[in-house]
């Protein structure tokens, strides 16, 4: 089974509107940490946010918002007021098990129109 | 500030050669990862060190080795590259347990 889902494989939004990128993710490690990466066309793959499964609050970095719903065991992404700047690869991960292994979803593409 | 260098940006091998991907970190961390990025199929994990000497396989292991003989590096050995491992490799560590990976640059192989 898929350690984490992306379900969206490309998305478009307006600028300056909000956007949600979907992330489910499959654990059976009481102890987990969820996070956003974003890879721009140059290739590097920059952190955004981090969620740790005990974190009572949804975790929040400037117009990242992460929307934690541990039941369902999802993590999606939300951007707020979409830059063009914002254009670029989205990947969610999970860390878990003894060695903190990382794994990653396929990604989603986000293109931000003017 | 972190720093995960790989050793080629990009690199050329012919099918059959022995391949060595070097990374360095500048840091004293443990947790070293190697993956793979193909367009549709996101990072897959190849292999990971959680200390010197020692190695875990990943998800897609096969035609791949590791080796750590010191904190700060962490090879990835295509034995006998094939074409199918054309790709771009990204080398990553992470400083703790609740912190965030820090890649390398990228290295994007093809093999002919």
């Known amino acids: 089974a898929q350690k984490i889902t992306q379900t969206q494989p490309g998305m478009f939004v307006q600028e300056k509107e909000a956007v949600t990128l979907d992330c489910t993710y499959d654990?059976?490690?009481?102890?987990?940490?969820l996070f956003w990466y974003k890879q721009p066309s140059s290739g590097e793959m920059i952190f955004l946010i981090y969620q740790g499964s005990y974190d009572q609050q949804n975790a929040t970095e400037g117009r990242y918002s992460l929307n934690f719903q541990k039941a369902r065991k999802s993590a999606n992404l939300v951007i707020s007021a979409s830059q063009l700047g914002d254009s670029a690869m989205y990947f969610c991960a999970m860390r878990e098990g003894p060695g903190n292994q990382f794994y990653f979803g396929t990604g989603t593409s986000l293109t931000v129109i003017p | 500030d972190v720093k995960v260098t790989q050793s080629s940006r990009y690199l050329v091998k012919r099918t059959g050669e022995k391949v060595f991907l070097e990374c360095v970190q500048d840091m004293d961390h443990e947790n070293m990862f190697w993956y793979r990025q193909d367009p549709g199929l996101g990072l897959r994990l190849i292999y990971f060190s959680y200390d010197v000497k020692m190695k875990e396989k990943g998800d897609i292991p096969e035609g791949y080795s590791v080796s750590r003989e010191k904190k700060e590096r962490f090879s990835l050995i295509l034995e006998s590259a094939s074409t199918n491992q054309t790709s771009m490799y990204l080398c990553?560590?992470?400083?703790?347990?609740?912190?965030?990976?820090?890649f390398g640059q990228g290295t994007r192989l093809t093999v002919v």
């Open positions: 990553a560590i992470q400083l703790g347990r609740v912190t965030e990976a820090f």
């Open positions: 654990t059976s490690d009481p102890s987990y940490g």
